[in-house]
């Protein structure tokens, strides 16, 4: 069984920094892109960053030049940090896997969120 384990959030202060941290654990065989979403209540789940097997990045417009979205293959870890957060990156933040367990199909993995509020 696969699972996705995050680590990081919390309280932080506008203009402020956090790191999260995704880990997959269990019989997780192959990773293909990683990628991070947040979610505010009452509303949709939005992407926020993407990072391909190769290195590739993506970003929302909202974030870019604050957060930077890399991972760590050996360690099977995608990470995102946060830089400069406002108000309105308050939300909960989900790690999400393209992979294949061991002897299973291609498919995507959750993490079980972790909540970032930026307020004074």
């Known amino acids: 069984q696969v699972q996705l384990v995050e680590s990081g959030g919390g309280l932080v202060q506008p203009g402020g920094s956090l790191r999260l941290s995704c880990a997959a654990s269990?019989?997780?065989?192959?990773?293909?892109?990683m990628a991070w979403y947040r979610q505010v209540p009452g509303k949709q789940r939005d992407l926020v960053a993407t990072?391909?097997?190769?290195?590739?990045?993506e970003y929302a417009e909202s974030v870019k030049g604050r957060y930077t979205i890399s991972r760590d293959n050996a360690k099977m870890t995608v990470y995102l940090q946060m830089n400069s957060l406002k108000p309105e990156d308050t939300a909960v933040y989900y790690c999400?896997?393209?992979?294949?367990?061991?002897?299973?199909?291609?498919?995507?993995?959750w993490g079980q969120g972790t909540q970032v509020t930026v307020s004074s």
């Open positions: 999400n896997v393209d992979g294949r367990a061991l002897g299973g199909r291609r498919r995507d993995y």
């Open positions: 269990g019989s997780m065989f192959s990773i293909y892109a």
């Open positions: 990072i391909s097997n190769g290195g590739s990045t």
